[in-house]
């Protein structure tokens, strides 16, 4: 009976873990900002994915605490299509380590991405079983907009540390002021931070449905302008598309398909939109040409990128297994020629080949049905899912360790409302 009670209470402490992912993680790369050689992010984020995934297990199997042993509870046949097809995606990236090693990458490289790409699926099944997803969209909203205000204060001062700490990690190819002011990395570089508010808009829109007293509706909204300020802060052309898409997906939502709102609302915002932006051309004429500049260069740069994508595509091992994971990523340099270093989605077919590609999409289809079936409901969580896509056609959003959790907990939201919500 004591080791009962022991794994309940462990399965108590675990149940939650997940929540607290992006305060932790984020809290940690500020930490390495000021201790660059003690402080590791990349460990501290592997061991957290170790614990969700260790605690999605436990909830799977329903540990019951009788004394009779594991409760085996709904093996298979209680699992819903996307679960099942999710359990194939993450089986066919643990196999795909013995092609990527045997066609010649270290190890290393595979189990890296491992911890990036594929484990952080458990962050699925989180939100699949949470009954609200209230608690993980505060934490993360909090986080993101404490490491977004730390990145103003770091981009307007410019302390040498912050500066030489940029250096460190590549993330500006020259020590000066100037340079470090093309974008604003904050302590995490320019491309998550123009993703993590991106999603946090919707996040937003997510908690101000859910919230019930006027001062969190009120909060909700400061969240959302705060959220859209950093996205175009960044400099990231994804992101300052992606976050001027959600607008109009939103005024779409709202005005037209939902009908919640006056349209003399939206009519005055069609007004006062093009004046504001009157007014910031005149008064701040040359940020506003570079964020003009920076969105009418968006198809050029993908123009540009395709053809790291069709070399790569052009020299895969197997056209059905593809190279393996992690095999055309970042930690491939050196042991590849055909790096995509920009390109999400055609380093996941290339990874992953025709099999592995279409388990993917698959899932992401069957999800989008669920979620447009039950669009007033899922509304900001099929919103995440396409902006993620999105923003993964020039980037490598679905290689980050503080991009891929998020995108995967709130598919398995859609899934999780479609299905009821059931909790564990």
């Given at each position: 009976?004591?080791k009962?009670d022991?794994?309940k209470n462990?399965?108590?402490?675990?149940?939650?873990?997940?929540?607290?992912y992006?305060?932790?993680?984020?809290?940690i790369?500020?930490?390495?900002?000021?201790?660059?050689?003690?402080?590791?992010p990349?460990?501290i984020?592997a061991?957290?994915?170790?614990?969700?995934?260790?605690a999605?297990?436990?909830?799977?199997?329903?540990?019951?605490?009788?004394g009779?042993?594991?409760g085996?509870?709904?093996?298979?046949?209680?699992f819903?299509?996307e679960?099942?097809?999710?359990f194939l995606?993450?089986?066919?990236?643990?196999?795909?380590?013995?092609?990527?090693?045997?066609?010649?990458?270290?190890?290393?490289?595979y189990l890296?991405?491992l911890?990036?790409?594929?484990?952080?699926?458990?962050?699925y099944?989180?939100?699949r079983r949470?009954?609200s997803?209230h608690?993980?969209?505060?934490?993360f909203?909090?986080?993101?907009a404490?490491?977004g205000?730390?990145?103003?204060?770091?981009?307007?001062?410019g302390p040498k540390?912050?500066?030489d700490?940029l250096?460190?990690?590549?993330?500006?190819?020259?020590?000066?002021?100037?340079?470090?002011?093309?974008?604003?990395?904050?302590?995490?570089?320019?491309?998550?931070m123009g993703?993590?508010?991106?999603?946090?808009?919707l996040?937003?829109?997510?908690?101000f449905?859910?919230?019930?007293?006027?001062?969190?509706?009120i909060?909700?909204?400061?969240?959302?302008?705060l959220?859209?300020f950093l996205?175009?802060m960044?400099?990231?052309?994804?992101?300052?598309?992606?976050?001027?898409i959600?607008?109009?997906?939103l005024?779409?939502?709202?005005?037209?398909?939902f009908n919640t709102?006056?349209?003399?609302i939206?009519?005055g915002e069609?007004?006062?939109i093009?004046?504001?932006?009157a007014?910031?051309?005149?008064?701040?004429?040359?940020?506003f040409?570079?964020?003009?500049?920076r969105?009418?260069?968006?198809?050029?740069?993908i123009?540009?990128?395709?053809?790291q994508?069709?070399?790569a595509?052009?020299?895969?091992?197997?056209?059905?297994?593809?190279?393996?994971?992690?095999?055309?990523?970042?930690?491939?340099?050196g042991?590849?020629?055909?790096?995509?270093?920009?390109?999400?989605l055609a380093?996941l077919y290339?990874?992953?080949?025709?099999?592995?590609?279409?388990?993917?999409?698959?899932?992401?289809?069957l999800?989008?049905k669920?979620?447009?079936?039950?669009?007033?409901?899922?509304?900001?969580?099929?919103?995440?899912?396409l902006?993620t896509?999105?923003m993964s056609v020039?980037?490598?959003m679905?290689?980050?360790?503080?991009?891929v959790p998020?995108?995967y907990?709130?598919?398995g939201?859609?899934?999780g409302i479609y299905?009821g919500g059931?909790?564990?």
């Amino acid at each position: 009976m004591i080791k009962y009670d022991v794994m309940k209470n462990a399965v108590g402490l675990l149940k939650s873990i997940h929540n607290w992912y992006y305060p932790v993680v984020l809290l940690i790369y500020l930490l390495a900002l000021f201790l660059p050689d003690i402080v590791r992010p990349g460990v501290i984020s592997a061991v957290f994915v170790i614990l969700t995934a260790a605690a999605a297990v436990f909830k799977e199997l329903k540990i019951t605490g009788n004394g009779s042993g594991f409760g085996l509870h709904k093996i298979v046949g209680g699992f819903s299509t996307e679960d099942q097809i999710a359990f194939l995606w993450i089986a066919f990236n643990l196999l795909s380590g013995i092609w990527c090693v045997s066609f010649g990458m270290p190890l290393s490289v595979y189990l890296g991405e491992l911890f990036t790409t594929a484990l952080p699926m458990c962050f699925y099944f989180c939100g699949r079983r949470d009954g609200s997803s209230h608690r993980f969209s505060i934490n993360f909203l909090i986080s993101v907009a404490v490491i977004g205000l730390i990145g103003v204060i770091l981009f307007i001062t410019g302390p040498k540390f912050y500066i030489d700490y940029l250096m460190r990690l590549e993330l500006i190819s020259k020590a000066d002021v100037p340079t470090m002011r093309v974008r604003m990395h904050s302590v995490i570089g320019s491309t998550l931070m123009g993703f993590l508010p991106t999603v946090g808009l919707l996040i937003s829109v997510r908690c101000f449905i859910e919230s019930r007293e006027r001062r969190s509706r009120i909060l909700s909204a400061a969240s959302f302008i705060l959220m859209l300020f950093l996205s175009f802060m960044s400099n990231q052309r994804s992101a300052m598309a992606a976050a001027i898409i959600i607008i109009i997906y939103l005024n779409c939502l709202i005005f037209f398909v939902f009908n919640t709102a006056d349209r003399r609302i939206f009519y005055g915002e069609c007004i006062a939109i093009p004046l504001f932006a009157a007014l910031f051309f005149f008064l701040f004429r040359d940020a506003f040409m570079k964020v003009y500049y920076r969105l009418v260069s968006l198809p050029g740069a993908i123009a540009q990128r395709s053809d790291q994508w069709v070399g790569a595509a052009n020299n895969m091992k197997s056209i059905w297994l593809g190279n393996g994971l992690g095999a055309n990523g970042h930690r491939a340099i050196g042991y590849t020629e055909h790096l995509i270093a920009d390109g999400g989605l055609a380093k996941l077919y290339v990874e992953s080949g025709i099999i592995g590609t279409s388990l993917f999409i698959f899932l992401i289809l069957l999800l989008l049905k669920r979620g447009f079936s039950r669009l007033k409901d899922t509304a900001p969580e099929v919103g995440i899912v396409l902006i993620t896509l999105l923003m993964s056609v020039g980037s490598n959003m679905m290689s980050f360790a503080l991009s891929v959790p998020v995108f995967y907990y709130y598919m398995g939201r859609i899934s999780g409302i479609y299905h009821g919500g059931e909790k564990t």
